[in-house]
């Protein structure tokens, strides 16, 4: 999901949710006021919506394919201008055992930060803007088999 309102992760974890699932594990990233020394006022995101979702979708295949069929996955994304708090991710998985949902869970965001065409322009209290150089310069993502 590519959000232009806000996000709720409440919304994520009934998605997720099923009687016999005991294991959820969830994501939620914000905006923060720091971000490499200095002080943050917000972000702007920006994306290639259709290609994002295709990677959203992508990632929950490729969790069910290392987890198994027993699993439900929500990603959602904000687009636009946030503030410092505003959610800007949500990702959350439901399994039946709590160890396929955590590495449900941390596959899909990995998959979300280094492969989905998001970008991401920094807003500071001195007024400059800059775009991050996201996650192609990350770590590796995590393998989850």
Known sequence: DIANARL???????????????GIAMFVGRVRDLNHGRSVLGVTYDMFEPLALTVFAQAAAEAETAVGPRLKVYVAHASGRLGVGDLAVVVAAGTPHRDEAFRACRSVIEAVKHRAPIWKQE???????????GCSLCEPAADIS
Do not use: T
């Open 8 to 22: 709720d992760a409440a919304a994520a974890l009934e998605f997720v949710s099923d009687p016999g699932f005991g």
């Open 123 to 133: 807003h500071y209290l001195d007024g400059d803007s800059v775009w991050s150089e």
